[in-house]
C-alpha cells in the first residue's frame, strides 16, 4: 500500500494550537491503538512534547492479544516513557489519570516546599484518529464532554475539561502527520480505521487484511470462516455472498470482513509483532 498523504485544514491548525499551550502542560497522554502499538504513534507528538512527562496508554488492550500488549509495553519503558494497558469501553481510565498524577509528584513536592500545595495538573491527551480519546476522557468526565463516533476526525476542537482532584484535561481532535512515508505504518491505520474508508479501495484493503492476518494471526480467518478464508471469494462463499450466476459478492465480503475484525469478532490480534 502506498503512503498516505492526508492532512486535513483542522489538524494543521490543532498542530500550530498545541505549540503554544505546551509550556501550561504538565503530562502528555498519548493513546496508541493497541493492535497497533507502532503506527498508531505520531512522531510529532515526540517532537511537541520534549521535555514533559509522557504517558503512553494501549488502548482498545481488549481487541489486542494481551501478551503482545504486555511486549509492547515493556518495549515503550524501555525507551523511557510510563506505560500502561487500557480498555476505556470498560472502564479504568481513572488509573490513567492517577499515573498522571503520579509522574507529577517530584513537581508537587517543589511546589509545595514553596507554600503551593493543591495545584492543578494539567494534562494533554493526544492520539490518532478513532484511538478512542474521547470515550476516554468521557469515562474520566462521567458525562459526553467529547463527541464520539466510529467515524475518525468528528472531535474538531480543543476543550478543556475539569475533573475531580485538581486535574484539568486538554482534549484535541486526532492528529495523523501530514505525510506518512512508512507504507507499513498507512496500511495498518487504514485496517483498523484510523484513516477514512474513502483514501482506501475496500477490497484491495480487506485483501491486505487477509495477508496480514495469514501471518499475524493465522488461526483467525479459518476459524471465522472455515475453509478457503484466505481469498476474498472464498469468504464471500463461506457466507452466501452470491450474485446473480453464483459469482462470488467480493465487494460484501471486503465489508464484512473488515468491519469483523475491527469489532473483535475474528479475537483478540495484534497486527504489529513487537520485536524486542
Known amino acids: 500500500m ?4 492526508w492532512y486535513p485544514g483542522h489538524m494543521t491548525k490543532t498542530m500550530r494550537e498545541l505549540r503554544k499551550l505546551m509550556p501550561v502542560i504538565d503530562v502528555v497522554v498519548e493513546l496508541l491503538d493497541a493492535r497497533i502499538p507502532a503506527a498508531s504513534k505520531n512522531p510529532d507528538i515526540d517532537v511537541l512534547a520534549r521535555g514533559k512527562r509522557r504517558l503512553i496508554v494501549l488502548n482498545k488492550a481488549d481487541a489486542a492479544d494481551p501478551a503482545e500488549t504486555s511486549r509492547w509495553k515493556a518495549r515503550y519503558e524501555k525507551l523511557g516513557f510510563a506505560a500502561m ?23 508537587d513536592a517543589r511546589l509545595a516546599g514553596r507554600g503551593r500545595v ?51 484535561l486538554l482534549d484535541t481532535p486526532g492528529v ?20 477514512k474508508a474513502q483514501i482506501t479501495d475496500g477490497e484491495s484493503l480487506a485483501a491486505e487484511l487477509i495477508g496480514v492476518l495469514a501471518e499475524a494471526a493465522p488461526p483467525a480467518l479459518s476459524g471465522r470462516y472455515g475453509e478457503g478464508a484466505e481469498t476474498l471469494e472464498g469468504i464471500a462463499r463461506s457466507r452466501g455472498f452470491l450474485r446473480r450466476g453464483g459469482v462470488p459478492d467480493t465487494e460484501r465480503a471486503a465489508i464484512t470482513l473488515l468491519d469483523e475484525f475491527r469489532a473483535g469478532k475474528l479475537g483478540r490480534i495484534t497486527l504489529e509483532k513487537c520485536r524486542v
Open 85 to 107: 494497558p487500557l480498555n476505556s469501553l470498560g472502564g479504568g481510565a481513572g488509573a490513567v489519570i492517577a499515573k498522571a498524577r503520579e509522574l507529577c509528584a517530584d513537581r
Open 2 to 5: 502506498d503512503a498516505i498523504n
Open 118 to 168: 493543591g495545584a492543578s495538573t494539567r494534562v494533554l491527551v493526544a492520539g490518532v484518529p478513532n484511538v478512542g480519546k474521547s470515550t476516554f476522557i468521557n469515562r474520566l468526565a462521567g458525562r459526553n464532554a467529547a463527541r464520539t463516533a466510529d467515524t475518525p476526525g468528528v472531535t474538531r476542537g480543543r476543550q478543556w475539561i475539569t475533573l475531580a482532584g485538581g486535574v484539568e
Open 176 to 195: 495523523l502527520w501530514p505525510r506518512m512515508n512508512d507504507s507499513d505504518a498507512s496500511l495498518m491505520l487504514a485496517l483498523v480505521g484510523s484513516v
